[in-house]
């Protein structure tokens, strides 16, 4: 049992349009993000949720939304994909407490042409 | 924003050397973390290092937290071909909850 899981694995997708990548997780943690790993770059905080309906920017958040309506989902949202946008995002979870560390997704490897 | 440097980005070297790679920051880290990822998958969690000085060893890899707590290291003694990855430090500043992660060590080991 994976604890958390990410959907689609792959998407290739047009310029312009929206997206939504999935992030699923079966532990019942409070904390989730989004990240996206790009070569040279590491991984960069989109968005966070501390709860639901609780999220915040992280330091690459343009074009970008994510939503939380239940402790075990944070969906990520490309409003209008780009080019730029491609990327393999990776979606984590935590407890919040004290040295805990985070538990990642499989990631989502996404192309926009 | 805090940034934490890694060294060197790749390292390419034969099964049986020892290896070092390094976290550096400018900032003083609440508690700092090394991550190992495999291609096709999302970081793993090694070890969480917390005191100034500290030292843990993981069978082959020894971690180790600098005394102001601004930089880490991990040592690989004798590297085999399943240590290859991406390997990444990631550290927690003040009583926060978020973690910044460095750019990686892209290691290969060859047999």
């Known amino acids: 049992d994976a604890g958390i899981t990410q959907s689609p694995r792959h998407k290739v997708t047009e310029t312009g349009t929206p997206v939504t990548l999935r992030c699923h997780q079966t532990?019942?943690?409070?904390?989730m993000y989004w990240y996206r790993q790009d070569p040279g770059h590491g991984l960069r905080l989109i968005h966070y949720?501390?709860?639901?309906?609780?999220?915040d920017k992280g330091e690459v958040s343009d074009g970008y939304s994510v939503s939380r309506s239940k402790t075990e989902d944070f969906l990520l949202t490309l409003e209008s994909a780009t080019s730029s946008q491609t990327s393999v995002y990776f979606c984590?979870?935590?407890?919040?407490?004290?040295?805990?560390?985070?538990?990642f997704g499989s990631g989502t490897r996404l192309t926009v042409v | 924003t805090q940034l934490l440097e890694q060294s060197p980005q790749f390292l390419s070297i034969q099964e049986g050397e020892n290896l070092t790679v390094y976290c550096n920051s400018s900032?003083?880290?609440?508690?700092l973390q090394w991550y190992r990822q495999e291609p096709g998958e999302g970081p793993v969690l090694l070890v969480t290092?917390?005191?100034?000085?500290e030292v843990k060893k993981l069978k082959r890899l020894t971690f180790q937290f600098g005394d102001a707590r601004k930089d880490s290291s991990l040592h690989i003694t004798a590297a085999q071909p399943g240590d290859t990855g991406l390997y990444l430090c990631?550290?927690?500043?003040?009583?926060?909850?978020?973690?910044?992660f460095g750019g990686g060590t892209r290691l290969m080991v060859k047999p």
């Open positions: 984590a979870i935590s407890t919040g407490t004290g040295t805990q560390g985070y538990t």
């Open positions: 532990e019942n943690h409070r904390y």
């Open positions: 949720s501390y709860g639901v309906k609780d999220t």
């Open positions: 900032s003083v880290f609440s508690s």
């Open positions: 290092v917390v005191t100034g000085g």
């Open positions: 990631a550290g927690k500043y003040n009583a926060g909850n978020m973690l910044t």
